[in-house]
Structures are given as C-alpha cells and as structure tokens.
C-alpha cells in the first residue's frame, strides 16, 4: 500500500521558510524588551525621572534659575528639555546594554539566536525596545515638569522634538548594542557609562549655553555629537538653538547610521555572541 503524501511540501535543507522580514519575529522581540523594562517600571522609568527632576531643583537652586536667562529664556525653561533628552538618552543605552549583558551573563542569549531573526531584525527589536523606554521616561519627566514652578516646556515645534528625541534615542541605543557585544561582566558596561555617556552628556550644553565658553572649549562642545541632540531637541521646545537644527539632524543621524552598520556587522559575524 503505498504512503499518503504529505500536503505540505518539504522544502530542502537550509532553503528559508519566512521570506522578506520576520514581523512577527520582530514584533514577538520588541514585546519582549517592553515587558521586561515594564515589569521594573520604578526601576526602569520613575527612578529616571525623579532623578532628573532632582537635577532641576538642583541647578535651579544652585545657579538662582528664577531670574537669570539663557538664550533669551529663563534659565528653569533652558534647563528642561535638556534635562529630558538627558534622560531619554542615558535610558535609551541602559536598556540595550543590560538586555545584552543580562542574556550573556545568564546564558539566555541563545533564546535570542536561535529563532528565525536575521541580525538586522534583532537590532531593529533591540533598538525600538529601547526607544520606547527612553519616551516614556521622556514623557514622565515632562509632564511633571509642566507643574514646575517657573519652568516653561510647552512645545514649540514638536516635529523638531519627535525628529532630535528619537534619533538621540537611536543613536544611544546602537551604542548600548555595541557596549552589550563587547562587554563580558557588567562592570564593562558601568565603565561605558561612567567614561563615555556620562562625561559627554554633562558636557554637552545641557546646563548651559555653550557661547559663554572660551573659544577653545566652543570647538570641543561641537565636536561632541550628544550637544546636537539635546540642542536640537531643546530648540524645539524653547524655538532658539545654538546650532543650526539641519547641521544637528546630519551629524545625530549620521553617526546613528554608522553605529547601526557597526552593530549589524558584528551581529552578522557572531562577535562574542556565538560560542
């Protein structure tokens, strides 16, 4: 008696099943990300937030904010939207690098390489995992900063805060992949962030204007591409920027681009993620 045949064609060894991208795989990846953020949200996001609010009162006490001006606003309604593109940025590189170390370290990375997820489509779930964490962390210091005492941060052109607000989520998110890769104990990831994340956010125009430096520190604060990310994103709240928003959008975009290819690459080849 001869067998039945199967009604599902088998295809041959190493011919792909899913063709174009894997959206549900993506998708299956992101929620991931989200759930494992969200379940340690006063970690995660109120923690954030209530430490950059203390950054405000802080600065705001220290340099007698209610009367002086920067820029041609009071120095409180300067000193915001820098304070929220800081929070989102440094969110933004938390989430990718611990999710990264987190699965080495623990030996769960596999769960990660095993299913049907090209390099690019991971940096794509790891990157909008990240990007929604630094939002919301974004939008809790936001909103309680719209009851803040003599601290304007209505929005001027919110395009312009969308466009700088995402792409300096990106870019520090690509830099948390690429730290999360290179990193083998969690104290590379700490030294990432105390020596290269840190140091040029705080010195990136964040509490100040950077026109009142001598000439010589002017160059080295636009050298910095974190002072076109939170002076793009600040003039769209306060509508003055230091430099021109366009110049800003190329250099934060363009070094994202350049991360991501970096990121995909060593993905791609297996660096430090494959035994």
Request: glycine share 10%; hydrophobic share 55%.
């Amino acid at each position: 008696m001869d067998h039945a045949r199967s009604p599902i064609p088998l295809r041959p060894p190493g011919e792909p099943v899913i063709r174009g991208v894997n959206w549900l795989g993506v998708w299956t990846l992101y929620v991931k990300e989200v759930r494992r953020f969200f379940k340690v949200q006063m970690q995660t996001i109120w923690a954030p937030a209530i430490t950059t609010l203390l950054f405000l009162a802080i600065f705001m006490v220290a340099l007698g904010g209610v009367k002086r001006e920067v820029l041609g606003v009071a120095y409180g309604s300067f000193l915001g939207p820098g304070l929220i593109i800081m929070g989102m940025a440094q969110n933004s590189f938390q989430n990718t690098v611990s999710s990264l170390i987190i699965a080495k370290v623990q030996g769960t990375i596999v769960d990660v390489l095993m299913p049907p997820l090209s390099p690019r489509e991971l940096l794509a779930a790891w990157v909008a995992g990240a990007v929604t964490r630094a939002w919301l962390v974004g939008l809790a210091i936001w909103g309680a900063m719209l009851l803040w005492p003599d601290v304007n941060v209505a929005i001027a052109h919110l395009p312009q805060v969308l466009l700088f607000g995402t792409l300096g989520a990106v870019l520090l998110a690509l830099l948390g992949v690429l730290t999360g890769l290179w990193a083998e104990k969690f104290d590379h990831g700490a030294a990432v962030t105390n020596f290269v994340v840190q140091p040029l956010t705080l010195l990136s125009g964040t509490f100040y204007a950077i026109d009142r430096l001598p000439e010589a520190m002017q160059a080295v604060s636009r050298a910095n591409p974190f002072f076109y990310m939170i002076d793009g994103f600040r003039a769209g709240f306060i509508g003055v920027a230091e430099a021109d928003p366009r110049l800003g959008a190329l250099v934060v975009g363009g070094l994202a681009l350049l991360l991501w290819v970096a990121a995909w690459r060593l993905l791609e080849s297996g660096w430090k993620v494959r035994a």
